[in-house]
């Protein structure tokens, strides 16, 4: 990682603000952005003010985020799903509004999609494997050729009621399970938001049980047909989990405050 400390010779940075160039670079070397295939435009996706003193952090890009972002005060906002997705948009509409907001508030705008799924520190992911005290883990989860998943072993086997439980006293929403397997938890592997379609990657690594955010209709069978137990805990409330991290490790590193802006979306 390039060393951003500046040389003993000069002068000292204020800790609790920061160049948002400077900012910036740490974030894409530190997430590793462009390292993994992606539809979103990650990193800068609008530029704001020079200096950052504040940070917010939020799931999703919305006027409503972007604007509760510039009411508290925030210099960045700190995102898992921008603004862009690999096609033009015309600055219109809803669009516009949003662009608009962040333009109007002076607001920086920093998108982090599939680096903040796979990143083994503050990973959405891996934060999860963490909280539920995942052991022995290891690579689960394709993405274009890429593992950004975690499969591991629990520390006690538990029923898949249990587990689910533990799952909604986390992330505080109640669980959609599909029992297709053993009527326990033992092998479970995690991947964040949309991870229906890894339910034969987990019955090929012997895994008892999927944590993952939505359903698709179209892999509703495979929980039973596979054997493969299934615990969709919301798209939403399984990536709450980078964006937070996230931002506390720029308080450690920067010495920036910053506040989570929770707009749950139910899905």
Partial sequence: MTDLSPASNSVQPVRGEVQRDVLVRWLNEYLQVGALPDP?????????????????????TSARSLQEAADSGADILLVHHGLFWGEP????????????TALMADLNLYA???????????????????????????????????????AGELPFVQSLQDFADRVQKLTGEICLVHGGGIPHVHRLGIV???????????????????????PEHKHFHDSFEYGVNVVYAGHYETEVFGVRALAARLEDEFGLPWQFLHLPTGL
């Fill in 89 to 100: 948009l015309p600055i219109t509409g809803p669009h516009r509004l949003r662009v608009r």
């Fill in 192 to 214: 964040s938001g949309s991870g229906a379609g890894a339910v034969a990657e987990a019955a090929a690594m012997g895994l008892d049980t999927l944590l993952t955010g939505e």
């Fill in 112 to 150: 982090a999609h599939i680096p903040l799924d796979a990143h083994p520190e503050v990973g959405n992911n891996a934060m999860m494997a963490r909280a539920l005290t995942l052991q022995n883990t290891e690579p689960f989860g394709d993405w274009q050729g890429h593992k950004i998943g975690l």
């Fill in 40 to 60: 979103s435009m990650n990193g800068l996706q609008i530029e704001g003010t020079d200096v950052i003193r504040r940070v917010a952090a939020s799931v999703d």
